[in-house]
């Protein structure tokens, strides 16, 4: 009789299409090169984003429904570019930006049940046996309701479940954002909203113990990136030459939130300290 062995599984939640590409398109195609299955989480249906028109949902004209569909499409072409193994899109509501009327409304990601959002993940996480799960901090990055949301949820499953040996949140040191806004107004390019307003707090450096370097598949992820087409507002970003969007987007910062490994910080690979890994990426 043949043994199979299950691959090591790394397990990302966002909120909406496009975060994937923003936030860990760097390890998940790293992670994909090595071997490691890819499970991606996106808990809304990302309806508030922009139409095919480059409208949002402030705008005259704008309809929602095309939007969830083309974002959809988008979703999976993303995926397929950085080697995701299974996408479960888990169907709610955009809330919108904070301040937005759309986070009153009783469809939104924001207020459906906690306890029903987190048994779905913990079935999912039971199922997949992720060693590691990414997600945003408790400011949801930039302060979208959403991934606060998402967050508190996918803690909640983390805790609830006992099964992934690492959780960490996406983050960005103080010292990089301020060398990535002057690097980016330096080259000319608009920034989006949620960088130009200052929404992103950055984390102290001293925080950020977990740095991995994803120049080697940056290219993915600016690819993936641009596959979310519609949405305009990353439309600097995607055109940004190869060199710049190396330099910025090239390595991708965690803070380790939960660990039963016992390995040791800082580290440079999401995998330390789990048994039956290799080595880091490039190793």
């Known amino acids: 009789m043949t043994m199979t062995t299950r691959p090591l599984t790394l397990l990302c939640v966002h909120a909406h299409p496009d975060d994937e590409a923003l936030f860990t398109g760097g390890i998940e195609a790293l992670y ?12 809304t249906n990302g309806a508030l984003g922009f139409d095919g028109q480059g409208r949002g949902s402030r705008h005259e004209g704008f309809d929602a429904d095309p939007v969830v569909v083309n974002r959809g499409r988008e979703l999976e072409a993303s995926a397929k570019i950085l080697g995701i193994d299974r996408v479960v899109t888990l169907g709610y509501a ?29 079935a999912l996480i039971d199922e997949e046996q992720p060693e590691v799960v990414v997600t945003y901090d408790a400011n949801g990055f930039y302060g979208h309701p959403d991934h606060i949301t998402t967050h508190e949820v996918t803690l909640a499953a983390v805790e609830a479940s006992g099964i992934p040996a690492k959780l ?40 950020v113990q977990t740095v991995i370097d994803c120049t080697s598949v940056v290219d993915r992820k600016h690819r993936a990136l641009a596959a ?35 390995s040791a910080l800082p580290e440079t690979d999401l995998f330390a300290g789990i048994a039956d890994w290799g080595g880091p990426p490039g190793s």
């Open 168 to 207: 960490y949140t996406v983050a960005i040191a103080e010292s990089a954002l301020t060398g990535f806004v002057e690097l980016a107004e330096h080259s000319g390019m608009d920034l989006p909203d949620w960088i130009a307003e200052g929404l992103i707090a950055g984390t102290p450096d001293a925080a």
């Open 94 to 122: 955009d809330s919108g930006m904070a301040g937005w009327p759309e986070n009153s409304h009783p469809d939104a990601f924001v207020n459906q049940p906690r306890d029903e959002i987190v048994a779905r993940l913990v």
């Open 228 to 262: 979310h087409a519609t949405q305009t507002d990353n439309a600097d970003l995607v055109a940004m030459d190869d060199e710049l969007f190396s330099a910025i987007f090239g390595t991708e910062m965690f803070v380790r939130v939960i660990d039963r490994t016992g």
């Open 32 to 43: 994909s090169d090595r071997g490691v299955r890819q499970v991606l989480v996106t808990c």
